[in-house]
T-cell receptor, first 111, second 113 residues
Framework: GEDVEQSLFLSVREGDSSVINCTYT??????LYWYKQEPGAGLQLLTY?????DMKQDQRLTVLLNKKDKHLSLRIADTQTGDSAIYFC???????????FGKGNQVVVIP | DGGITQSPKYLFRKEGQNVTLSCEQN?????MYWYRQDPGQGLRLIYY???????QKGDIAEGYSVSREKKESFPLTVTSAQKNPTAFYLC????????????FGSGTRLTVV
């Protein structure tokens, strides 16, 4: 199946780290993605990770992948007000060229 | 600059009317997609097209129609058969190779009045 689960809401103080979690069910997924959506806008690709990797770091973003538990997380260091958005994880299961999205996690940064 | 352009940004429709949402890309991408977004429900796939003159139904195609006569363009028509069309509609495209992910337009908010 292509079920991607995410928790719904997270508030964090400016300057703290924030962690967003995602659970996927298709263990054959080759690529996993994190997208950011600001209010009233489209989705912006933040980062992606290949299934043969455990971790990927890109400036303030760290992606961790636990294939055994089918768990994906996104850590944002030094969270800023501009990080307030909805974050979606997504996967492309093996043999399927369609992205399957989670329901999104709204992050609110408190100044 | 390359990108995807969706128009209009806001659209109002009377009940019983068909409306067409525009999606144009100049990225030379092969595949294009239409998603519907409702609060708390994430993104649901309506239709997608991997090549000109071909398209497939997604998970919620009922009440919608599309065409793909040109590589650059993938318009979505919301027909009167769609019972609850008020939503945010997002168009996306990809070159076709998995790991590049999708590029999204800025969306069209459709409201039935």
């Amino acid at each position: 199946g292509e079920d991607v689960e995410q928790s719904l809401f997270l508030s964090v103080r400016e300057g703290d780290s924030s962690v967003i979690n995602c659970t996927y069910t298709d263990s054959s997924s080759t690529y996993l993605y994190w997208y950011k959506q600001e209010p009233g806008a489209g989705l912006q690709l933040l980062t992606y990770i290949f299934s043969n990797m455990d971790m990927k770091q890109d400036q303030r973003l760290t992606v961790l992948l636990n294939k055994k538990d089918k768990h994906l997380s996104l850590r944002i260091a030094d969270t800023q007000t501009g990080d307030s958005a909805i974050y979606f994880c997504a996967e492309i299961p093996y043999g399927n060229n369609r992205l399957a999205f989670g329901k999104g996690n709204q992050v609110v940064v408190i100044p | 600059d390359g990108g995807i352009t969706q128009s209009p940004k806001y659209l109002f429709r009377k009940e019983g009317q068909n409306v067409t949402l525009s999606c144009e890309q100049n990225l030379n991408h092969d595949a294009m997609y239409w998603y519907r977004q409702d609060p708390g429900q994430g993104l649901r796939l309506i239709y997608y097209s991997q090549i000109v003159n071909d398209f497939q139904k997604g998970d919620i195609a009922e009440g919608y129609s599309v065409s793909r006569e040109k590589k650059e363009s993938f318009p979505l028509t919301v027909t009167s058969a769609q019972k609850n069309p008020t939503a945010f509609y997002l168009c996306a495209s990809t070159i076709g190779t998995d790991y590049y992910g999708y590029t999204f337009g800025s969306g069209t908010r459709l409201t039935v009045v």
